[in-house]
């Protein structure tokens, strides 16, 4: 009987090289940690507080404003910007442009921990957090509302990004044979993600459809599901250029050195999509400005805030990418990206808080916990990251290579 | 009864269709923009090969 004690003595193996990889890895003070453990601390004693006293003792929620800055911008922002990952896996597996495929595991990665920790921030804002199986289990469910959607959409999705980001941890744990198979199916689920991102995207938009009365009507439109799919598709695609900058000069040890000197290239070819996706958004919101005579709103406050959306974080952005590519200048590059990440940060918190129910004679403001448990959720998802690239081989060549 | 101006741009969705007109030919320039030689001036940062 050889084959009991081989097994044990792998997985004692396993449960090693585990633990081995669990453990930090120095520098240990840098300007990063010292920053954002402080507020994972702080973010955490918050949410203690949330649970035990409810939403009423950490946020400015009221019966008036149900939604505030956690589904505003963890949710409703978080999923726009994480819209790279179906956008780099369509052109990369669908449309077969292998220039990109060096970024596909880095985008994917962050995609599905954006999913994890801004979707999974929804369980924060939920007054009864157990009640989010409710869709998943169709107890007490509209089947026709778009909640029900948008949550099928999420878990699916995430489930998807693990599938076509498993191999990586397959490789990392050394399983040849179990990379090989799960690398087999990572098309079907590349298909299916890119699938479900474009439904739960403009279904994030659907759900305004249904608050007409509710939104100030420069940014209430019809077409508010094609605006946010169009949007995502730029917003993720200058995060992708944003965090691949970063990376490259925080984490330029774990990446590997043909994969540093075709980022240029990258982040250039990048930024074409992009700007044909502000294009055809700037398009659309003239559209809707046209259809619905919004000029005669644009004489007060309101008008110069969404001028400044319109016109300051999009198409100037929008300008600024197209300018870059066609002189390959990635500086210009990178700060058209953070302008039109701005923009549609702007754009949702608009839909969401900002000029939502602007008529309230007392309107919401998030209160410093909301704010400091979002930074929490921020930093602890670049913690996770960070762990992940510098483990497993996700910007590196593959051992079985 | 109703009147219906076939001169009303608005009624008619013509301002739709002219801007339809207008990105489509727009969307032509903007690839031309892009693929137009001589784009490129050496010695600048983040200039590509």
Redesign the interface.
């Given at each position: 009987m050889p084959e009991k004690p081989q097994l044990s003595r792998e997985a004692i193996r396993f449960v090693r090289f585990i633990v081995s990889e669990m453990k930090p890895k120095p520098p240990y003070f840098t300007a990063f940690n010292l920053i954002t453990v402080p507020i994972v601390l702080l973010g955490m004693g918050i949410l203690v507080l949330r649970f035990a006293k409810g939403l009423g003792a950490v946020t400015n929620l009221s019966q008036d404003f149900p939604w505030g800055f956690w589904i505003g911008f963890d949710v409703i922002t978080g999923v726009a910007l994480a819209g790279g990952a179906y956008c780099i896996t369509f052109i990369v597996y669908v449309m077969r442009v292998e220039k990109y495929h060096s970024i596909v595991n880095v985008t994917v990665l962050n995609g599905f921990l954006a999913y994890v920790f801004y979707a999974g921030a929804l369980t924060l804002d939920l007054g009864r957090p157990w009640n989010i199986i409710n869709p998943i289990i169709g107890n007490s469910f509209g089947f026709n509302s778009v909640l029900f959607l948008v949550a099928w959409h999420f878990m699916l999705y995430m489930a998807a990004e693990f599938l076509e980001f498993s191999p990586v941890i397959a490789d990392w744990l050394g399983w040849r044979r179990v990379k090989k198979w799960l690398s087999a199916i990572t098309l079907g689920a590349v298909i299916f993600g890119i699938t479900l991102s474009t439904l739960h995207q403009s279904g994030l938009g659907a759900l305004f459809l249904m608050a007409k009365p509710k939104i100030h009507p420069l940014w209430y439109s019809e077409f508010i599901p094609i605006l946010f799919f169009t949007s995502s598709i730029f917003a993720g695609l200058c995060m992708v250029i944003v965090e691949g900058t970063l990376t490259h000069r925080v984490l330029k040890d774990h990446i590997d050195p043909d994969h540093h000197a075709s980022h240029?290239?990258i982040i250039?070819g990048l930024a074409?999509f992009a700007?044909?996706a502000v294009?055809v958004y700037y398009?659309f919101k003239?559209?809707t400005f046209?259809?619905g005579?919004q000029w005669t709103m644009l004489g007060d406050f309101w008008g110069f805030w969404y001028a400044l959306e319109v016109g300051g974080l999009v198409l100037i952005p929008g300008a600024m990418l197209?300018f870059g590519?066609?002189?390959?200048?990635?500086?210009?590059?990178r700060m058209g990206s953070v302008l039109a990440i701005l923009g549609v940060i702007l754009n949702r918190l608009n839909l969401s808080v900002i000029a939502f129910k602007w008529y309230a004679p007392v309107h919401y403001y998030p209160s410093w916990q909301e704010i400091v448990v979002t930074l929490m959720v921020i930093s602890v998802e670049i913690w996770v990251f960070r762990w992940v690239v510098s483990r497993m081989p996700v910007m590196r060549k593959s051992r079985f290579q | 009864m109703e009147t219906y101006y076939y001169v009303n741009i608005f009624e008619t969705k013509g301002l739709e269709y002219l801007l339809l007109m207008a990105f489509l030919v727009l969307l032509v320039l903007l690839f031309r923009y892009f693929n137009a030689p001589g784009s490129t001036k050496p010695g600048r940062k983040g200039w590509g090969p």
């Amino acid at each position: 009987m050889p084959e009991k004690p081989q097994l044990s003595r792998e997985a004692i193996r396993f449960v090693r090289f585990i633990v081995s990889e669990m453990k930090p890895k120095p520098p240990y003070f840098t300007a990063f940690n010292l920053i954002t453990v402080p507020i994972v601390l702080l973010g955490m004693g918050i949410l203690v507080l949330r649970f035990a006293k409810g939403l009423g003792a950490v946020t400015n929620l009221s019966q008036d404003f149900p939604w505030g800055f956690w589904i505003g911008f963890d949710v409703i922002t978080g999923v726009a910007l994480a819209g790279g990952a179906y956008c780099i896996t369509f052109i990369v597996y669908v449309m077969r442009v292998e220039k990109y495929h060096s970024i596909v595991n880095v985008t994917v990665l962050n995609g599905f921990l954006a999913y994890v920790f801004y979707a999974g921030a929804l369980t924060l804002d939920l007054g009864r957090p157990w009640n989010i199986i409710n869709p998943i289990i169709g107890n007490s469910f509209g089947f026709n509302s778009v909640l029900f959607l948008v949550a099928w959409h999420f878990m699916l999705y995430m489930a998807a990004e693990f599938l076509e980001f498993s191999p990586v941890i397959a490789d990392w744990l050394g399983w040849r044979r179990v990379k090989k198979w799960l690398s087999a199916i990572t098309l079907g689920a590349v298909i299916f993600g890119i699938t479900l991102s474009t439904l739960h995207q403009s279904g994030l938009g659907a759900l305004f459809l249904m608050a007409k009365p509710k939104i100030h009507p420069l940014w209430y439109s019809e077409f508010i599901p094609i605006l946010f799919f169009t949007s995502s598709i730029f917003a993720g695609l200058c995060m992708v250029i944003v965090e691949g900058t970063l990376t490259h000069r925080v984490l330029k040890d774990h990446i590997d050195p043909d994969h540093h000197a075709s980022h240029d290239e990258i982040i250039i070819g990048l930024a074409k999509f992009a700007s044909i996706a502000v294009f055809v958004y700037y398009f659309f919101k003239l559209l809707t400005f046209l259809h619905g005579k919004q000029w005669t709103m644009l004489g007060d406050f309101w008008g110069f805030w969404y001028a400044l959306e319109v016109g300051g974080l999009v198409l100037i952005p929008g300008a600024m990418l197209a300018f870059g590519v066609r002189h390959r200048n990635v500086e210009i590059i990178r700060m058209g990206s953070v302008l039109a990440i701005l923009g549609v940060i702007l754009n949702r918190l608009n839909l969401s808080v900002i000029a939502f129910k602007w008529y309230a004679p007392v309107h919401y403001y998030p209160s410093w916990q909301e704010i400091v448990v979002t930074l929490m959720v921020i930093s602890v998802e670049i913690w996770v990251f960070r762990w992940v690239v510098s483990r497993m081989p996700v910007m590196r060549k593959s051992r079985f290579q | 009864m109703e009147t219906y101006y076939y001169v009303n741009i608005f009624e008619t969705k013509g301002l739709e269709y002219l801007l339809l007109m207008a990105f489509l030919v727009l969307l032509v320039l903007l690839f031309r923009y892009f693929n137009a030689p001589g784009s490129t001036k050496p010695g600048r940062k983040g200039w590509g090969p």
